[in-house]
């Protein structure tokens, strides 16, 4: 009789904290949505408000500066006493010398050693090298940009002895650098996502482990490789410590990679640190030199966005 009691105690007891339990996960599968969406909501409006807030300051300094001027003019001197100049021309001309040079330098580098790791690594090399390439992902830019103005930068001046100081070479070399380890990475994992069957297949006909990993892997991973393409040419549009120490601060619309250039990046840095007053067309130009840069980096992310959907490749 007693055990049959305390069967039965136990038995409501249990009904009881199951209940609860019922209860608790109710409000949390109720509460967890509304969350998760407010989540999301403030990542959207915090996108929303940066980007309104580009443009409202920009249209600003377009009520003092012709657009036509800003976007063809091939003069950058808003620090000129008689006539400031605002022609975005010289400042996309250093961003673009220093991502082609950054370009050059990262993606056969990049994509050769994806090529190592996906196909000729060992699982054991592969696991000790690709942990050490990323590690160049997380050193510091500014420890980047020293790197290029004390090292680097010299070690150009015994090659090419026309080399200045501050040039478009040197930090083009170094972003280069610094986003090699993204197209590795990323390539890597569009390569090793390619099938076995399909390497096998290729070896099977007589084709050599190079021919397999060039005509086979490579091709049949080719959208994962080129969005990594891309989104690393975004990361050294924006780039702005290396250029900022080892590019130097004179615009100019021109080739040359032996002198000194500025970026969007290294201009806004400069005037953010103090060389214009609030409300100046000085303060407000660099508003639309941000506005100019994110729609260089939003087309970037749309391509390879595009790339990668559009050229998708599902094994």
């Given at each position: 009789m007693v055990s049959q009691k305390e069967n039965k105690t136990s038995s409501v007891q249990q009904l009881i904290a199951n209940s609860r339990n019922h209860k608790t996960k109710k409000i949390v599968e109720k509460a967890m949505p509304a969350l998760l969406f407010s989540?999301?909501?403030?990542?959207?409006?915090?996108?929303?408000?940066?980007?309104?807030?580009?443009?409202?300051?920009?249209?600003?300094f377009f009520k003092r500066v012709s657009i036509t001027d800003f976007l063809f003019g091939t003069q950058w001197l808003p620090f000129s006493g008689k006539e400031p100049l605002f022609g975005i021309l010289p400042?996309?001309?250093?961003?673009?010398?220093?991502t082609l040079i950054a370009v050059v330098v990262a993606v056969p580098f990049g994509i050769a050693s994806a090529i190592y790791l996906s196909e000729y690594a060992s699982?054991?090399?592969?696991?000790t090298v690709k942990p050490i390439l990323e590690v160049l992902a997380g050193v510091p830019t500014i420890?980047?940009?020293?790197?290029?103005?004390?090292?680097v930068t010299p070690v150009l001046q015994g090659i090419i002895p026309e080399l200045k100081l501050f040039n478009a070479l040197s930090p083009g070399i170094v972003v280069g650098i610094m986003i090699l380890p993204m197209i590795?990475?990323?390539?890597?994992?569009?390569?090793?996502?390619?099938?076995?069957?399909?390497?096998?297949?290729?070896?099977?006909?007589?084709?050599?482990?190079?021919?397999?990993?060039?005509?086979?892997?490579?091709?049949?991973?080719?959208?994962?490789?080129v969005a990594s393409v891309v989104l690393a040419i975004s990361?050294?549009?924006?780039?702005?410590?290396?250029?900022?120490?080892?590019?130097?601060?004179?615009?100019?619309?021109?080739?040359n990679v032996t002198d000194s250039i500025q970026t969007m990046t290294a201009y806004i840095v400069q005037v953010s640190t103090g060389d214009a007053g609030y409300g100046t067309t000085i303060y407000y130009s660099i508003y639309s030199v941000g506005f100019t840069l994110f729609i260089f980096t939003l087309v970037?992310?749309?391509?390879?966005?595009?790339?990668s959907k559009r050229f998708r490749e599902v094994y």
């Amino acid at each position: 009789m007693v055990s049959q009691k305390e069967n039965k105690t136990s038995s409501v007891q249990q009904l009881i904290a199951n209940s609860r339990n019922h209860k608790t996960k109710k409000i949390v599968e109720k509460a967890m949505p509304a969350l998760l969406f407010s989540a999301a909501l403030i990542s959207i409006l915090t996108t929303f408000g940066i980007v309104f807030t580009l443009i409202f300051e920009t249209f600003e300094f377009f009520k003092r500066v012709s657009i036509t001027d800003f976007l063809f003019g091939t003069q950058w001197l808003p620090f000129s006493g008689k006539e400031p100049l605002f022609g975005i021309l010289p400042l996309i001309a250093g961003t673009l010398k220093v991502t082609l040079i950054a370009v050059v330098v990262a993606v056969p580098f990049g994509i050769a050693s994806a090529i190592y790791l996906s196909e000729y690594a060992s699982e054991k090399t592969r696991r000790t090298v690709k942990p050490i390439l990323e590690v160049l992902a997380g050193v510091p830019t500014i420890v980047y940009g020293f790197f290029a103005l004390t090292f680097v930068t010299p070690v150009l001046q015994g090659i090419i002895p026309e080399l200045k100081l501050f040039n478009a070479l040197s930090p083009g070399i170094v972003v280069g650098i610094m986003i090699l380890p993204m197209i590795t990475s990323l390539s890597e994992d569009a390569m090793s996502s390619v099938p076995n069957s399909m390497r096998e297949g290729a070896l099977a006909l007589g084709a050599t482990k190079f021919e397999v990993a060039v005509k086979v892997v490579l091709p049949a991973a080719l959208s994962g490789i080129v969005a990594s393409v891309v989104l690393a040419i975004s990361r050294a549009i924006g780039e702005t410590m290396i250029v900022s120490l080892a590019g130097g601060s004179t615009p100019k619309f021109d080739l040359n990679v032996t002198d000194s250039i500025q970026t969007m990046t290294a201009y806004i840095v400069q005037v953010s640190t103090g060389d214009a007053g609030y409300g100046t067309t000085i303060y407000y130009s660099i508003y639309s030199v941000g506005f100019t840069l994110f729609i260089f980096t939003l087309v970037m992310n749309l391509i390879a966005h595009y790339i990668s959907k559009r050229f998708r490749e599902v094994y």
